[in-house]
């Protein structure tokens, strides 16, 4: 069980080395400020006040390459689709679009966003478990690369769709694998009791289904996502040693398969976690699944988190039986912690010299116990005013924020090697009001 990533009291944290060490883009200059892609994260905090997400373009693209390269040796084709729900940006999805990314997405938001931001809709995989007549009908008409079908019901009413618009439209059968990833369980996605995919048993059927009866579809393979913030090699060994004996399945019955979506997943070390390299992934790949196929790959966190911080400064420190650092963005911001007892790694934005740490309890503003950053973690002495910054928010941090408390959404900047540019401005509480309307009979 990889649980090491949450909060639990008995493991070490890693040392505020340690963290920098895993973070090359973050480091303390001469005066002991912290700078994020060569622009300090203080300055910062004065243009565009705080809570304020930071992403880092150079770590992004970086990431992307480097993930893009494990794969590099293969002589098959391989297509990458980012998760957009890991980080849905415009600024994000156009910079790794430059990278040759296309776009997984989840719903016809996102298509939309992938689209806006340059991605091509034959680079756009659409996955999800809920998927309106509208998206559907949106995703036939734009010709994406494939819709991956989650049931029976939606494979039929997705033929009748596009027989509609005198369309074809590729899929690939989305399997439940049925195997334990060995994360949080509220990240599990690969066991029969969740909601996502087909169970296996029920797979041979349908692809023989949508290949002979289905004139509107054109069934091309087969998709699995495994899990999220998976740390381990063997979920993934399993997992495709699956998928492998599947397509021998189908291949017997002549069934023709010449696409398989991977899925994403790929964990990153937030605490102490050994946290494999994309290498890792693509060595599994190659042993495991056939070379006759288009690969696909879905990566969303490995790319995103590091890439993301959340800037965030000190209200006031509350001494008592504990230490708490009341801290101005809270889990309307960042609610991994709260929704997953995730552990992210903090620094103080100003170094302290020769201090002893202290432990403390950083929290949020919000009136839920559960708004807690961190227990019991050693930080410098701090002030209230002073800046902290929580780390790997990139992935899976503004995307699921919410205007809890009638807290706006928190600005967001790009920087890169020492630049910086607002991509996101802060939401006024008035553009929250704005939306809002009083009934008809109690307006006049
Ligand atoms: N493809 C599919 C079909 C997915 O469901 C997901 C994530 C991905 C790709 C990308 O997975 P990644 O490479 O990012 O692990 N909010 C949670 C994570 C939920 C992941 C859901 N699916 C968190 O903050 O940990």
Same mark, same amino acid.
């Given at each position: 069980?990889?649980?090491?990533?949450?909060?639990?009291?008995?493991?070490?944290?890693?040392?505020?080395?340690?963290?920098?060490?895993?973070?090359?883009?973050?480091?303390?200059?001469?005066?002991?400020?912290?700078?994020?892609?060569?622009?300090?994260?203080?300055?910062?905090?004065?243009?565009?006040?705080?809570?304020?997400?930071?992403?880092?373009?150079?770590?992004?693209?970086?990431?992307?390459?480097?993930?893009?390269?494990?794969?590099?040796?293969?002589?098959?084709?391989?297509?990458?689709?980012?998760?957009?729900?890991?980080?849905?940006?415009?600024?994000?999805?156009?910079?790794?679009?430059?990278?040759?990314?296309?776009?997984?997405?989840?719903?016809?938001?996102?298509?939309?966003?992938?689209?806006?931001?340059?991605?091509?809709?034959?680079?756009?995989?659409?996955?999800?478990?809920?998927?309106?007549?509208?998206?559907?009908?949106?995703?036939?008409? /734009? &010709? @994406?690369?494939?819709? !991956?079908?989650?049931?029976? =019901?939606?494979?039929?009413?997705?033929?009748?769709? *596009?027989?509609? #618009?005198?369309?074809?439209?590729?899929?690939?059968?989305?399997?439940?694998?049925?195997?334990?990833?060995?994360?949080?369980?509220?990240?599990?996605?690969?066991?029969?009791?969740?909601?996502?995919?087909?169970?296996?048993?029920?797979?041979?059927?349908?692809?023989?289904?949508?290949?002979?009866?289905?004139?509107?579809?054109?069934?091309?393979?087969?998709?699995?996502?495994?899990?999220?913030?998976?740390?381990?090699?063997?979920?993934?060994?399993?997992?495709?040693?699956?998928?492998?004996?599947?397509?021998?399945?189908?291949?017997?019955?002549?069934?023709?398969?010449?696409?398989?979506?991977?899925?994403?997943? /790929? &964990? @990153?070390?937030?605490? !102490?976690?050994?946290?494999? =390299?994309?290498?890792?992934?693509?060595?599994?790949? *190659?042993?495991? #699944?056939?070379?006759?196929?288009?690969?696909?790959?879905?990566?969303?966190?490995?790319?995103?988190?590091?890439?993301?911080?959340?800037?965030?400064?000190?209200?006031?420190?509350?001494?008592?039986?504990?230490?708490?650092?009341?801290?101005?963005?809270?889990?309307?911001?960042?609610?991994?912690?709260?929704?997953?007892?995730?552990?992210?790694?903090?620094?103080?934005?100003?170094?302290?010299?020769?201090?002893?740490?202290?432990?403390?309890?950083?929290?949020?503003?919000?009136?839920?116990?559960?708004?807690?950053?961190?227990?019991?973690?050693?930080?410098?002495?701090?002030?209230?005013?002073?800046?902290?910054?929580?780390?790997?928010?990139?992935?899976?941090?503004?995307?699921?924020?919410?205007?809890?408390?009638?807290?706006?959404? *928190?600005?967001?900047?790009?920087?890169?090697?020492?630049?910086?540019?607002?991509?996101?401005?802060?939401?006024?509480?008035?553009?929250?009001?704005?939306?809002?309307?009083?009934?008809?009979?109690?307006?006049?």
């Amino acid at each position: 069980m990889a649980d090491s990533i949450f909060m639990t009291a008995e493991q070490t944290d890693p040392t505020i080395d340690t963290l920098l060490a895993r973070h090359p883009a973050l480091g303390y200059d001469g005066q002991g400020h912290l700078m994020f892609d060569g622009v300090s994260l203080q300055e910062l905090a004065r243009h565009a006040g705080t809570p304020c997400w930071i992403i880092s373009e150079t770590v992004l693209q970086e990431r992307a390459t480097r993930f893009k390269e494990a794969f590099s040796h293969y002589r098959q084709s391989v297509r990458f689709h980012f998760a957009v729900k890991s980080q849905d940006h415009k600024a994000c999805l156009s910079s790794l679009a430059q990278l040759d990314y296309g776009a997984d997405v989840v719903s016809g938001g996102e298509m939309e966003r992938a689209l806006n931001a340059g991605i091509k809709a034959e680079n756009i995989v659409f996955s999800g478990v809920g998927k309106t007549d509208d998206e559907l009908k949106r995703a036939v008409a /734009l &010709g @994406i690369a494939q819709v !991956n079908i989650e049931s029976a =019901e939606e494979l039929f009413r997705l033929n009748d769709l *596009a027989l509609s #618009l005198n369309r074809t439209v590729r899929v690939a059968l989305r399997v439940n694998p049925d195997i334990d990833a060995g994360t949080h369980a509220k990240i599990t996605t690969g066991k029969a009791e969740n909601k996502f995919g087909i169970a296996h048993q029920h797979v041979a059927e349908l692809y023989g289904k949508a290949q002979n009866e289905l004139d509107g579809i054109d069934i091309v393979g087969l998709a699995v996502h495994l899990g999220s913030q998976i740390i381990t090699e063997t979920p993934y060994r399993t997992g495709y040693n699956k998928l492998a004996s599947m397509v021998q399945d189908l291949r017997r019955r002549h069934l023709k398969v010449s696409v398989l979506d991977c899925g994403g997943g /790929l &964990g @990153i070390s937030y605490r !102490n976690e050994k946290a494999p =390299e994309p290498s890792m992934l693509a060595k599994v790949i *190659a042993e495991t #699944l056939p070379d006759d196929v288009t690969l696909r790959l879905e990566p969303g966190r490995w790319i995103s988190a590091p890439s993301g911080v959340l800037l965030s400064r000190i209200i006031e420190i509350k001494k008592g039986s504990r230490q708490f650092a009341i801290i101005d963005g809270g889990m309307n911001d960042l609610v991994r912690p709260a929704m997953y007892d995730a552990w992210h790694g903090i620094l103080p934005v100003s170094k302290a010299i020769n201090v002893r740490p202290i432990p403390y309890d950083v929290v949020g503003p919000i009136c839920e116990s559960s708004d807690v950053f961190a227990r019991n973690r050693s930080l410098p002495p701090l002030e209230k005013g002073d800046l902290i910054t929580i780390l790997d928010a990139g992935a899976y941090g503004s995307v699921m924020s919410s205007t809890y408390n009638s807290r706006p959404f *928190a600005a967001q900047i790009m920087v890169r090697e020492g630049q910086w540019s607002i991509i996101q401005k802060r939401q006024t509480l008035d553009e929250i009001l704005q939306r809002e309307l009083l009934p008809s009979w109690a307006a006049g």
